[in-house]
């Protein structure tokens, strides 16, 4: 899940320097290339997430064995 947060908080950076939104980095601000890959990483980011939530919850009520 921390790995999925991170992706996701690293990829809206991107996507916003290469949108020239957010700058400081002469390489990636203003170039297009990064808010293709800032959405791809944002993404997987959003899978992981996505991934994690479902995996972490446990057995159901319905489908948890009893004691």
Known sequence: MILGVILLLMGIVFSLQGANVITGSSLMS????????GIVVALIG???LA???RL???PTPATAVPS
């Open 30 to 37: 203003g170039n297009s290339t990064y808010i293709y890959v």
């Open 56 to 58: 972490g919850r446990g």
């Open 51 to 53: 991934l994690s939530t």
């Open 46 to 48: 959003l899978i992981l």
